[in-house]
Each structure stands twice: as C-alpha cells, then as structure tokens.
C-alpha cells in the first residue's frame, strides 16, 4: 500500500544546470547565421553591415557569458522544485554561495523533446531564464523535468 501512494512528481526535484555542446551550439549557431546574413545582402551600406555584425557579435557574448559560462548575476545555475510546487533557483554570485531564490515559473517557458527553456520572474519582477538540453543534465533528470513540466500544465499559471 505504501508503494501506491508515493507519487514520484511530488518529490522534490534539484538540477544543477551545467554548460553543453547542444547549448553552446543553441546560442552560437543563430549569431553566425545572423553575420552571414548580414555579410550576404548586397542593399547594407558597409556601415550599416559593420554595425549590425558589432551588435550581434554583442550579444553572442552576453548569452555565452549568461548561458554557458553562466557568469553573470542573472545566469541560472541551479533549479530547485519541491513538494508544495514552489520554484526556487540559484543564481551566479562572484563573491559568495547564493541562497535558493523564490520564483515563480512564466507561462513563455518551453517544452519540448529536445528543449527546456524556463522562464522565472521574482518577487522583485526580475526576469530569469534557464537553458536546458538533454545533453546539460542526465537523460534520466531531463525526462522528468520534462514530464514534471508537462503534468504541472506551465501555460496555466
């Protein structure tokens, strides 16, 4: 009888979030399409052309700092689920170990085979989000977190 009321979905759930070659290809590969596109069209001034690949190489930087060397204050290092269906996550702190923080897990989160993007907002109204490829953490943890997900029906918080 004991067996039958354990619930594996109400065990709380913590995931170290880790750098992998299926993210860092995620956030690479879109910013050299975006240079070759940029460098293919013939209608940019070449200014314009040296403008725009300044500005996506900027941003290919923030978002391998943010999701791959995860080294700024908003880069999700950790997430954490517990029984009462509360989300805590850690963030990167240079300084110090960061406590668990409360959040609350955004209808834009996503999920699929392939993918887990989680979108968290604070009590503060800060925005988080965390990259999650089958190959960032075990096969075994992504499958559920992604049925974890699913059964918690994001789209209706």
């Known amino acids: 009888m004991k067996n039958m009321l354990f619930n594996p979905l109400n065990t709380?759930?913590?995931?170290v979030?880790?750098?992998?070659?299926?993210?860092?290809?995620?956030?690479?590969?879109?910013?050299f399409l975006g240079v070759g596109l940029v460098l293919g069209f013939s209608v940019f001034p070449v200014w314009l052309k040296l403008l725009l690949i300044i500005v996506i190489i900027l941003s290919a930087l923030y978002?391998?700092?943010?999701?791959?060397?995860?080294?700024l204050k908003k880069s999700?290092?950790?997430?954490?689920?517990?029984?009462?269906?509360?989300?805590f996550i850690k963030t990167y702190?240079?300084?110090?170990?960061?406590?668990?923080?409360?959040?609350v897990?955004?209808?834009?989160?996503f999920i699929s085979k392939a993918l887990i993007v989680l979108n968290y907002r604070d009590n503060n109204g800060s925005h988080y989000s965390a990259i999650i490829t089958p190959d960032s953490i075990s096969s075994?943890?992504?499958r559920r977190l992604r049925v974890r997900l699913k059964l918690t029906n994001v789209k209706n918080n």
Do not use: G, M
Not at 105 to 109: G, R
């Open 12 to 15: 709380p759930f913590n995931q």
């Open 17 to 31: 979030i880790e750098s992998s070659f299926q993210k860092a290809l995620l956030v690479i590969f879109p910013h």
């Open 63 to 71: 978002y391998l700092r943010l999701h791959l060397a995860q080294k």
């Open 140 to 142: 075994n943890e992504f």
């Open 93 to 103: 702190d240079r300084d110090h170990e960061t406590d668990f923080k409360s959040v």
């Open 105 to 109: 897990l955004l209808p834009s989160s």
């Open 76 to 87: 999700v290092k950790s997430i954490q689920y517990d029984s009462a269906k509360n989300w």
